[in-house]
């Protein structure tokens, strides 16, 4: 890997800038590959956050006056404003990739993530996930076209996702993937048993549920309303189908419970769903919302 620094600001370099005003920036990424040994030591920190993610060899770091080791395959973000020390000792070789961005987005961003500041991630080599999101962050800034801190704020968001669903599958006690949810998203219409879903996974139905409510938010039958009723959106304002027909596609036998159910989670009847979104134009999509179950 080739060492390269890129700034947002080309007359002044670094830019340690806290930005309010944007919801993300980039102010600065780039690689670096070390054979000599170094030490950075800043005391008062800078304005942004600061990421760094380790690619080969191991940094060492001090977190909170103690000493750590950052191998190959983990991260740390730094917060604004706090001071960061971290060096190689002599002999050794490392690369990290690294990303200072700033925005009133930012703390919201890493809530949503999970990803907590000042702590060592060790995540595995996921190189091959972030490192062409971090290409395209060079190219972004190397060539600056129109949309450029947007599409930069975008690669920012992509990478740290990547680090968080990274951290989560390494995190003691993460839940697997639900092999389920992919299921009932081809097969919402039929009325398939709970335990069913359950012995896809090869949990007992208490267990099942628990798993299913911490990975969406949701039960499985607040799931599968909202996956029906969803399709019956889009069948009532792109056809002319009628109302018995879209309520038995989307698994509702009985029409005056399906124009019940709709009414209770829509807000309003199937027939004046379709001539409000006819009239308006209503993008389908945005009538279900997740709450209404």
Known sequence: MVTKFFYRDLIVPQCNRRVDDEPLIVNCTGCCHFDTPFETYNRSGRQDYYLQYVCEGTLTIWLDGRVHEMPKGSFLLTKPNTPYRYSLPAGKTMEYLWIHFSGFHAVRLLSRLHLETGKIYTVGDCLGDIYPLFEGL??????????????????????????????AMDAPGTEKKLCSLSWLHRHFAQDVPIEVLAAMEHLSESRYRIVFRRQTGYSPGEYRTALRMQHACDLLSTSQRSIKDI????????????TRLFREKIGMPPGQYRRTTAHSGMDSDKAVTMHNF
């Open 247 to 258: 309520s038995a596609e989307c698994g509702y036998g009985d029409v005056l419970y399906f």
């Open 138 to 167: 060079f190219e972004e800034f190397t060539n600056r076209p129109r949309g450029f801190d947007d599409r930069c704020a975008a690669y920012l968001s992509e990478i740290l996702v990547h680090l968080s669903r990274h951290a």
